[in-house]
């Protein structure tokens, strides 16, 4: 019973996103719609590999606009959306680290990460799911866990900049990061479980023709 | 408005589960410094566990993982530059240099007019006039615009810090007559004493003393003249403007605040920020993004009763969003068309009696053609709904070379050109039909014309019709006579006549008559 309630929500979701798919090659316009729903798992695989903020924001950036740019060209194929992004970020990490073990010699390549060593799905998917769990916070909750950890500022500077009490901050974020909690317990209880796009899939995926 | 969650519990518990908090949070934040502060250094899950409370245990996995939480800066900037290149005609051409292009994302995003955010409030009064004094008196507004329909009305655009507002209404003495079309707006000002002061100078009435409220910020309200609410509010931080919110925002009262999310989130995109509701359910605060607006709502109590207001809306696919806000339940209004103010414009009314303008900016227009004009030449109407006249010329599938071919002859400009593919539901154009134009709008100074391709089999040829065109220069009739008979059938050769200096007629060669009319001077 359980398990075909999961089945038919996971059709459900693939419809939509062909949907979401068809409507963006149609209208390239439209294609913030499968930015939405794929920006938090992009960026999380792909820091999962470079661990670098400025790094990741330029990788994710391109990996966006290359598949805005070829999304008329993509066949789903019932292969998820997310997997030829997936595919597209590793090709864009491997050219990275060809071009910088060229410029830099063999040292630097040397302690690169290595961009074929897969980085657990699950452990992605889980972190996109969190990233998107936090746009859902109460607004001063969010805040406030966005300026610690995005914009990795002391609870001094955000009580400054919020005009209240470093203790008031440190409750914001107590009371975050537990809802959080709450929240990802919850979800991998059931609502992880459909939403995540295994090994497989990424192996599946091939380039769009050409 | 804003209601803080009121708890009712005594003192006692109250301070011991204070005290409980404040240890927890301090306890958790030393686990974020840790795990900020040595990003690398090797975690001992168990040893964690047992230094602090085993409940915190289970929150360290999310706290690591929040340090890897993506800038959202970042993400609504790439939004924004995603929605530019997907918006140009064609996504594959526009790669370019990236960085140059984040770069004018986040200066400005190009279907929004200059200087306006998504969501504009329009306020329609019966002296349009005085309400626009009324804003300024008040909040120091700068008047960018006002021009005056042919029926006689005002519309009237002004800035309040970063936010534009576009006002309108009758004019006293002028035949022309408008109902109040009120609403309630939350306006940011550095010092909202002083502002409420003015207000009640200005003839506005009291809703609220200034007071500093619990979710950080001093507010006041009065009611204008006409029946617009202004909630005026200074926000207590780094800025009187809050993160996220303009200077105006447009605020709702709706008698239940659910459906409302669900139409702005539907129709418009709109993205949930915040909801505040009490256990019974009513909601006393929401705000739900549109673009680059916050839309802010409470649900209708004593006073604050749901005014079915106007809002002008930029979007980037004006056509989208109207079938998408159909579907969402609205009523159409206006079917998107373009419009000489270089907008192509829609309306629909939701089913809570909001009218919503929807443009796409399609045309940025020089500065000296939304300037203010003369009373007498302006062409401009009281309200967006614009009375236009221009012919509109079918083809049968050549519409695109014979815009390009009159780009030519006439030496005028294509406005905008849209093909049925992009249209909602390709309009039931067949597979072969799909690059042909669904609209076109050409413009030669003020003239303008639009044109598309019919349906295939629904091509009908022009007939006992012309487009005249009026000329004082016997040089460029000429010039323009002969460009436009190539390859086409020329009737009447141009030539002199009884009213004018040169006249003639001619078929052009994708079936459009036109009369080529150059008078003799006065």
């Known amino acids: 019973m359980k398990a075909t309630r999961k089945e038919s929500a996971s059709q459900a979701d693939a419809a939509d996103e062909r949907l979401l798919v068809e409507a963006a090659q149609k209208d390239p316009a439209r294609f913030t719609e499968l930015y939405e729903a794929n920006f938090e798992r992009v960026y999380a695989f792909i820091l999962s590999?470079?661990?670098?903020?400025?790094?990741?924001?330029?990788?994710?950036?391109?990996?966006?606009?290359?598949?805005?740019?070829?999304?008329?060209?993509?066949?789903?194929?019932?292969v998820p959306f997310a997997a030829w992004l997936y595919r597209i970020a590793s090709n864009r990490l491997s050219d990275r680290w060809q071009r910088a073990s060229r410029e830099q010699g063999t040292a630097a390549a040397d302690d690169r990460p290595d961009p074929h060593a897969r980085a657990n799905p699950e452990e992605v998917e889980r972190r996109a799911q969190l990233f998107r769990f936090v746009a859902t916070l109460p607004a001063d909750q969010r805040r406030v866990i966005e300026m610690r950890f995005a914009e990795e500022k002391s609870i001094a500077e955000i009580a400054r900049e919020l005009k209240r009490t470093a203790g008031a901050i440190k409750q914001l974020q107590f009371r975050g990061i537990r809802a959080l909690r709450d929240r990802m317990g919850k979800a991998s209880g059931g609502d992880a479980q459909r939403k995540k796009p295994a090994k497989k899939l990424a192996a599946k995926s091939g380039e769009p023709n050409g | 408005m804003r209601n803080a969650r009121s708890r009712q519990r005594s003192w006692l518990p109250n301070l011991v589960n204070q005290m409980v908090k404040q240890t927890q949070s301090e306890q958790l934040n030393q686990i974020v410094e840790r795990l900020l502060g040595h990003p690398d250094a090797p975690l001992s899950r168990s040893a964690e566990q047992r230094a602090f409370d085993p409940k915190l245990a289970t929150v360290i996995e999310v706290v690591r993982d929040l340090r890897d939480l993506p800038h959202p800066e970042f993400k609504a900037r790439l939004k924004a530059d995603l929605e530019k290149q997907g918006s140009q005609v064609d996504g594959e051409s526009s790669l370019g240099d990236r960085r140059a292009s984040m770069a004018t994302a986040a200066k400005a995003v190009s279907y929004i007019r200059e200087g306006f955010h998504t969501v504009t409030p329009y306020l329609v009064a019966s002296d349009g006039p005085a309400l626009i004094e009324f804003a300024k008196q008040v909040f120091g507004a700068e008047e960018t615009y006002r021009g005056f329909g042919s029926a006689g009305g005002v519309h009237g655009e002004i800035r309040?810090?970063?936010?534009?507002?576009?006002?309108?209404?009758?004019?006293?003495?002028r035949e022309f007559r408008s109902q109040n079309k009120t609403q309630a707006l939350h306006v940011y000002v550095p010092d909202t004493d002083a502002v409420y002061e003015r207000a009640l100078r200005a003839g506005a009435t009291s809703i609220g003393a200034p007071q500093d409220h619990d979710y950080g910020e001093r507010g006041a309200g009065v009611k204008d003249a006409f029946g617009n609410y202004w909630y005026i509010a200074t926000h207590k931080g780094e800025s009187y403007v809050p993160q996220q919110l303009h200077s105006v925002n447009v605020y709702l009262h709706p008698l239940r605040g659910g459906p409302v999310i669900d139409f702005l989130k539907r129709a418009f995109d709109g993205e949930e920020l915040a909801r505040y509701a009490s256990p019974d359910g009513v909601i006393h605060h929401a705000q739900v993004r549109v673009g680059t607006s916050v839309v802010e709502m409470g649900e209708a109590h004593g006073v604050y009763q749901p005014m079915p207001s106007m809002f002008f809306v930029y979007v980037n696919n004006v056509d989208a969003v109207h079938a998408q806000a159909v579907a969402a339940g609205a009523t159409s209004l206006q079917v998107p068309a373009s419009q000489p103010y270089g907008d192509r414009v829609g309306a629909v009314?939701?089913?809570?009696?909001?009218?919503?303008?929807?443009?796409?900016?399609?045309?940025?227009?020089?500065?000296?053609?939304?300037?203010?004009?003369?009373?007498?030449?302006?062409?401009?109407?009281?309200?967006?709904?614009?009375?236009?006249?221009?012919?509109?010329?079918?083809?049968?599938?050549?519409?695109?070379?014979?815009?390009?071919?009159?780009?030519?002859?006439?030496?005028?400009?294509?406005?905008?050109?849209?093909?049925?593919?992009?249209?909602?539901?390709?309009?039931?154009?067949?597979?072969?039909?799909?690059?042909?134009?669904?609209?076109?709008?050409?413009?030669?100074?003020?003239?303008?014309?639009?044109?598309?391709?019919?349906?295939?089999?629904?091509?009908?040829?022009?007939?006992?019709?012309?487009?005249?065109?009026?000329?004082?220069?016997?040089?460029?009739?000429?010039?323009?006579?002969?460009?436009?008979?190539?390859?086409?059938?020329?009737?009447?050769?141009?030539?002199?006549?009884?009213?004018?200096l040169l006249f003639g007629t001619l078929v052009d060669q994708f079936g459009i008559p036109w009369l080529i009319n150059c008078e003799k001077p006065a």
């Not at chain 2, 309040?160 to 003495?173: Q, R, W």
């Not at chain 2, 019919?454 to 065109?469: N, S």
Request: proline share 6%; net charge negative; hydrophobic share 35%.
């Open chain 2, 160 to 173: 309040i810090g970063d936010s534009m507002l576009m006002m309108g209404g009758g004019v006293p003495g």
């Open chain 2, 349 to 500: 009314t939701d089913p809570f009696g909001n009218q919503w303008y929807v443009a796409t900016r399609t045309e940025a227009l020089p500065p000296a053609e939304t300037q203010p004009r003369d009373e007498q030449t302006s062409k401009q109407q009281s309200t967006a709904a614009h009375v236009q006249w221009y012919p509109h010329l079918t083809f049968d599938g050549q519409c695109e070379a014979a815009f390009k071919f009159y780009e030519q002859c006439l030496r005028g400009k294509i406005l905008f050109m849209m093909t049925y593919e992009n249209t909602p539901s390709d309009m039931q154009a067949p597979a072969h039909w799909r690059k042909k134009i669904s609209h076109a709008t050409f413009a030669l100074g003020e003239l303008r014309f639009s044109g598309s391709d019919a349906l295939p089999g629904r091509y009908q040829k022009p007939q006992g019709f012309a487009v005249q065109f009026n000329l004082s220069d016997p040089v460029e009739a000429k010039r323009i006579f002969s460009a436009l008979a190539e390859n086409g059938t020329v009737q009447m050769p141009l030539q002199e006549t009884f009213w004018a």
């Open chain 1, 49 to 78: 590999r470079v661990r670098n903020r400025s790094d990741a924001e330029d990788l994710t950036a391109e990996v966006f606009q290359h598949a805005l740019a070829n999304i008329k060209r993509f066949e789903s194929r019932g």
